[in-house]
């Protein structure tokens, strides 16, 4: 059974994006540095000497940074152009005049998020068999799993009802209806 989107699919572009920001950006920059701080101190027991652990604390890193960065491009750079399309019917000057591009580079970066995800579990994996009933582990484990499912719903927030709007709008701006001449 699929996942209720737990959004109102009427909201305006602005409302959507706003609840994309206080609900899931907000969520990962508290949660990706708890999830940080549990990993240290699984490494700190188990040490880097196990390459499985190594790897996945290296990819666990690489994960946080990038998904950290993406928030912040959406945030400083995208959000803001889509807002003012919106609210003045402006069409960017930069990106050719068009948000098609910048958001096609989130869509992809999503999908990267997703693979480094799968790939990382192949090591988590290999490695958390090799310990039993770890506390800290296992709370970890727990909620980089709740993490994903948020991921799973900011995603699809923003790949099914934001960036659809925006290119609804902008095909709207760029080709006004024509009139009869009288
Ligand atoms: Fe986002
Ligand atoms: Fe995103």
Do not use: W
């Not at 209720?4 to 899931?24: G, R, Y």
């Not at 000057?93 to 790939?119: I, N, T, W």
């Amino acid at each position: 059974m699929t996942k209720k989107l737990p959004v109102n699919l009427e909201m305006t572009i602005s409302q959507a994006i706003e609840d994309v920001i206080s609900t899931h950006h907000r969520y990962l920059q508290d949660e990706l540095p708890k999830l940080q701080d549990l990993l240290d101190e699984v490494v700190l027991t188990y040490s880097l000497d196990d390459e499985n652990l190594k790897i996945y604390s290296q990819m666990f890193e690489v994960y946080r940074e990038t998904l950290c960065e993406h928030a912040i491009k959406e945030e400083k750079d995208l959000f803001p152009l889509c807002i003012e399309l919106e609210e003045n019917g402006t069409i960017p000057s930069v990106c050719r005049g068009s948000l098609v591009d910048p958001m096609d580079v989130m869509e992809g970066e999503h999908e990267a998020f997703d693979l480094l995800y799968q790939k990382m579990q192949e090591y988590l994996e290999r490695f958390s068999t090799e310990v039993k009933e770890d506390e800290v582990l296992g709370e970890f484990i727990k909620r980089f799993a709740l993490l994903q499912e948020d991921m799973l719903i900011h995603k699809m927030k923003e790949e099914n009802i934001i960036f659809p709007k925006v290119t609804i709008l902008e095909s709207a701006l760029a080709s006004p209806a024509v009139f009869p001449a009288y």
